[in-house]
């Protein structure tokens, strides 16, 4: 019984902006991580960015001072700030969430939104 709700995506030219937004809602007891995943046709899913509980960032290799996650604990949401993008960053993006929920405490499940297209023209 949780969701993930995708905001932002569109179109933009080559060296543009763009920012992303996820927030997350339901039967949360707490969210260990949220981030980010892209899936270009016909290539598989891949990590973009995840924020832990702790702090720290991982960010991939391609998007690395690029890209910047910014997660806000209290509101349980996540935004994916995007610069200077180019059109190999064309893809549908998806928020991911390592979430335990109050009916299943102890375990953890990975959620996702239902992904949002970003289009970067050269």
């Known amino acids: 019984q949780v969701q993930l709700v995708e905001s932002g995506g569109g179109l933009v030219q080559s060296g543009g902006s763009l920012r992303l937004s996820c927030a997350a809602s339901g039967s949360i007891f707490s969210i260990n991580v949220m981030g980010w995943y892209r899936q270009a046709p016909g290539k598989q899913r891949e990590l973009v960015a995840v924020a832990t509980s702790g702090g720290s960032q991982n960010y991939a290799d391609s998007v690395k001072g690029r890209f910047s996650i910014s997660r806000d604990y209290a509101k349980n949401t996540v935004d994916l700030q995007m610069n200077s993008l180019k059109p190999e960053d064309t893809a549908v993006y998806y928020c991911?969430?390592?979430?335990?929920?109050?009916?299943?405490?102890?375990?953890?499940?990975?959620?996702w939104g239902q992904g949002t297209q970003v289009t970067v023209s050269s």
């Open positions: 991911y969430a390592v979430i335990t929920t109050t009916q299943h405490r102890g375990t953890t499940f990975a959620y």
